[in-house]
């Protein structure tokens, strides 16, 4: 395959090119073809942005249709059909039905933008400059954001200082016996902690690139009575986890919270289109005109599929139940794999059909996933250390691609474990002695 372009002038910056060295060409459902013809179980899938798969039948209708009949492609921020149609779509399938009454904020179209808007607005209703944010978070890579996010591969290339924020263990962070949101009511109640008194927190419920961590519901229930007692807003960034991709519409959905902001991104178009909404408790809309805009706000090829997306599968628990059913196969099957090797190699993590096999090492994460994609299964690692083998096929997979994908993995985990078992596993041997 002729990759000598993508050598000669793309920039370095280059990531998920690295790991999967082939000229990708046509995509369908959970599967895509390079330009040879051969095909690969997508278990990336646009790192969650194609929760209903690549060029879904049902959207791609859509999307056809609106083209060609000459519908506003862009149009501002004005007002346009299709965006009136996600609007009410939104309201009907989403909002409503959870009592909620969160107004919709357009940003540009990329998670990080979303962020940057929830985050401006929680500092300037509250007048103070201090997020709380978690480790292992990841919130996009803009500075406000960056700010925000833990990972110092990441924080490294800022260039300037980034200030204003708190980073707080997450929960488990300290070891499962201990609330970390105890330590975070402690520090704040504590006036000489050291950390200023915050204007919001910023949380995932499952941290997609941070390891696939879950919060359990009673800490985050515990984290937003923090909240409420110290007079902070609570911004859920569901920009990963959120579009069904727990098992929920909302990855918060069965906690009994209630956040003040929300970030949604990745999957809510349904076709991989660029998007991103802030949701906002009405009292907390006190932008004036204009004042976050950008060229990008709320794109109308979205607007169509999102629209087409939320009606298609969120107008009943259908789907959700779907999701969760598959999500259990998942848990069953990386259950079976890492129950074949002693407890310390491998352990699990995450909720719904976002999971995790946790790697001892990200060494041997990243043989597995080579080996699995020599197999021509696309499937990537996240953590600290790379260390998590991460699950975000389309929620659409069906169980046999499920299965089959799973066949795949359990291989490459064992032609991986053979080699160092025979090792003498010198590796663990190594870092005991220090
Ligand atoms: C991907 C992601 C972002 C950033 O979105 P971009 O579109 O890459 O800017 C922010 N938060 C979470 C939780 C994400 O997974």
């Avoid at 204003?164 to 609330?179: H, K, N, Q, T, W």
């Avoid at 409420?228 to 807003?233: S, V």
């Avoid at 929920?248 to 069965?254: A, I, K, M, Q």
Wanted: glycine share 10%; with cysteine.
């Amino acid at each position: 395959m002729d990759t000598e372009i993508f050598e000669n002038i793309e920039s370095e910056v280059q990531s998920y090119a690295r790991s999967f060295p082939v000229v990708f060409d046509k995509a369908q459902g959970s599967y895509l073809y390079d330009e040879e013809g051969n095909r690969y179980l997508d278990f990336l899938a646009g790192a969650g942005t194609l929760n209903y798969g690549h060029n879904n039948p049902v959207l791609k209708e859509v999307l056809l249709e609106y083209i060609q009949n000459d519908k506003i492609v862009h149009g501002l921020d004005m007002h346009t059909v299709a965006k009136r149609d996600f609007l009410e779509a939104l309201d009907e399938y989403i909002l409503k039905p959870r009592e909620m009454d969160h107004v919709v904020q357009f940003t540009g179209p990329t998670g990080t933008n979303a962020v940057e808007a929830a985050l401006k607005i929680a500092r300037n209703i509250k007048g103070r400059e201090n997020i709380i944010s978690f480790t292992n978070g990841f919130h996009g890579v803009s500075l406000g954001a960056l700010s925000t996010t833990g990972n110092s591969h990441h924080r490294g290339v800022a260039g300037v200082t980034m200030g204003g924020v708190s980073v707080m263990p997450y929960d488990g962070y300290l070891g499962d016996a201990f609330d970390t949101t105890e330590y975070l009511d402690k520090v704040l109640c504590d006036s000489s902690s050291g950390v200023d008194h915050p204007a919001a927190v910023i949380v995932e419920t499952v941290q997609g690139e941070g390891g696939i961590n879950a919060a359990s519901f009673e800490w985050l229930r515990n984290l937003e009575r923090v909240c409420r007692k110290h007079d902070m807003l609570l911004i859920l960034d569901d920009i990963q986890a959120g579009c069904g991709r727990t098992g929920t519409f909302f990855s918060f959905d069965n906690v009994g919270i209630k956040p003040d902001i929300i970030t949604l991104s990745k999957s809510l178009s349904g076709y991989g289109l660029p998007f991103a909404v802030v949701l906002l408790k009405p009292e907390l809309d006190q932008w004036k005109p204009g004042e976050h805009n950008g060229t990008f706000r709320g794109h109308n090829l979205a607007f169509a599929t999102a629209a087409k997306a939320l009606a298609h599968f969120w107008s009943d628990d259908t789907f959700a139940k779907e999701v969760q059913k598959k999500g259990d196969l998942i848990t069953e099957r990386f259950r079976d794999i890492a129950g074949a090797y002693e407890d310390h190699w491998f352990y699990l993590n995450g909720r719904g059909m976002m999971q995790g096999l946790v790697c001892r090492d990200g060494q041997l994460a990243e043989e597995i996933t080579k080996a699995a994609f020599r197999r021509k299964l696309v499937i990537e690692t996240s953590g600290a250390d790379d260390q998590v083998i991460k699950t975000l096929c389309p929620l659409t997979v069906s169980e046999d691609e499920l299965n089959e994908a799973m066949d795949i993995l359990k291989e490459s985990v064992a032609e991986v474990m053979k080699d160092r078992i025979k090792r003498g596993d010198a590796h663990s041997v190594s870092s005991l002695a220090g």
